[in-house]
């Protein structure tokens, strides 16, 4: 049995691939440093969240390639692909994550924007006279 687990997540226009190893809990995403990639704090709480809450913080090294979309669909992806290879590593981890919702896919996409209106849903103003 192998050591190195792949899983590939999505949110948005995002998709991340994911290769996770037992190790020190270095986090790499397209060859750069997980915090320089990400600088904002919410978004390496949201990536980070399937560790947490299997307190394994610390215990994998990740590294990770992200394409398309923009930081927080690029961060819901990574922690969908995280989830899904931390279950693909130990299956009893499965139940945990499952609870805590973070191995559902998070289907909402932008709306398309619709012809004649200046936007998907909004409307020119109403005028009587």
């Given amino acids: 049995m192998s050591n190195r687990f792949y899983a590939t997540g999505r949110r948005k226009e995002a998709v ?7 190790g020190t809990g270095q986090i790499k995403v397209n060859g750069r440093e997980f915090a320089a990639y990400f600088p904002a704090e919410t978004h390496r ?3 980070q969240q399937p560790l947490d809450v ?9 590294v990770a390639t992200i394409r398309g ?3 927080s669909g ?3 992806a990574l922690r969908y692909g995280l989830s899904r290879a931390l279950v693909t590593s130990d299956e ?5 994550l499952r609870r805590a919702g973070l191995l559902t896919r998070d289907a909402r996409e ?5 012809y004649g209106q200046p936007g998907a849903r909004k409307r ?3 005028s009587k006279r």
């Fill in 124 to 126: 020119f103003q109403f």
């Fill in 110 to 114: 932008v709306e398309r924007k619709k």
């Fill in 45 to 47: 709480m949201i990536i």
């Fill in 54 to 62: 299997l307190s394994k913080l610390g215990e994998y090294d990740i």
């Fill in 92 to 96: 009893e981890f499965r139940k945990v």
């Fill in 74 to 76: 690029q961060a819901g």
């Fill in 69 to 71: 979309g923009g930081p």
């Fill in 16 to 22: 991340a691939r994911v290769w996770l190893t037992p």
